[in-house]
């Protein structure tokens, strides 16, 4: 009897077991369906950077005093020599007039002794007292041309030119206010020959050559890329601080008209890039074993099935699949919930 009801018992168990399976087996778990979309597959380096001249200087006075005329408008085109500004440096030109007219009498008066005694050097006490006197007034000529030309300098000070062909960006002071020494009064830049300026750290720099292709996103224009190569590679660290490397990426020909000094983006370096529309995924819809051998779940049967893949380029988003998939991708509805081989599943939109 005891026999028996064990069996019962028994019985009961594998029976409650055996439906409890079924139940589990035939319960349809809701997945996600991924698309296998067509893309262009690129591997970058990417980095943030701003628009900047070739050409680009900062213009200073290298001399205190009062702005007396601005001969430019912001931006207006000038060429190399054009004359942007002056200081009032009238105690100045008066000095360089003073100097010039002591030369001036000193070579008149050199020029009315050799006119007198020439001829008659015994008038002048003799061929060597002539020629000593001679001597006298080159030394006073030469002191008086050494002191005029050292004033022009300074007068030179109170102007300021165009140091190469461009644009008129910016003029900081007006006429009236007084310039310090070294003090930015106009900035000019060459606009026709522009660049984009990055940097990159120390494990990025490796990859990177000149010629390579880069594309633009300015912040000003976010719906258009600005293509571009790679220029400039330095040969030392120029930021210090952040142990980073400068690079130049140069505009191509297509649009770089819209670019403008001082526009701020980001480039994206193209190391590597498909030649034509592949299939791929994200890189969040590929898992990898722990053999590091990656694979994708499908629908096959209304059955979850894992499906080892080969991969092509991985690049900075989507990921190339090489190989040929017939069913659907599919993926867990969100990160909590794990996907179980073999259990039936349904697509929910």
Known sequence: MKFSKKLIYISIFIIISFIIFI??????????????????????ISSPGIV?????????????????????????KVIKGTLLAS???????????????????????????????????????????YNIQIRKYNELI????ASYRAQLGIVSKGYIYAPFDGYIIDINKNEGEVAGIGEVIIKIADLDNLYFEIQVDQEDYGYLNIGQNAEISLESFTNEIFDGKVNFLPKYVKEVTTGNFVIDIEFSE????????????????????????????????IYYDIEDKPYIYILENNRIKKLYIELGLQGDIFTEIKT????????????????????LAKITK
Do not use: C, W
């Open 142 to 145: 030469s002191k008086a041309e």
């Open 254 to 285: 297509q649009n770089k008209d819209k670019a403008l000094v001082g526009m701020k983006g980001d480039a994206y370096i193209i190391l590597a890039k498909t030649d034509t529309e592949v299939h791929s995924l994200t890189f969040d819809d």
């Open 52 to 76: 900047k001249s070739k050409n680009e200087a900062d213009i200073s006075f290298a001399n205190i005093g009062k702005i007396e005329k601005i001969y430019v408008k912001k931006n207006s």
């Open 87 to 129: 200081i009032d440096n009238f105690v100045d030109h008066q000095s360089a007039n003073a100097y010039k007219d002591s030369r001036d009498i000193a070579l008149r008066d050199k020029d009315l002794f050799i006119k007198q005694y020439e001829n008659d050097m015994d008038a002048a006490g003799g061929e060597d007292e």
């Open 23 to 44: 139940i589990y087996k035939q319960t349809f778990v809701k997945v996600k369906q991924i698309p296998l979309e067509k893309k262009t597959v690129q591997r970058t």
């Open 324 to 343: 040929p998939i017939q069913n659907f991708i599919i993926a867990p509805l969100d990160s909590k919930q794990i996907l179980v081989e073999g259990k």
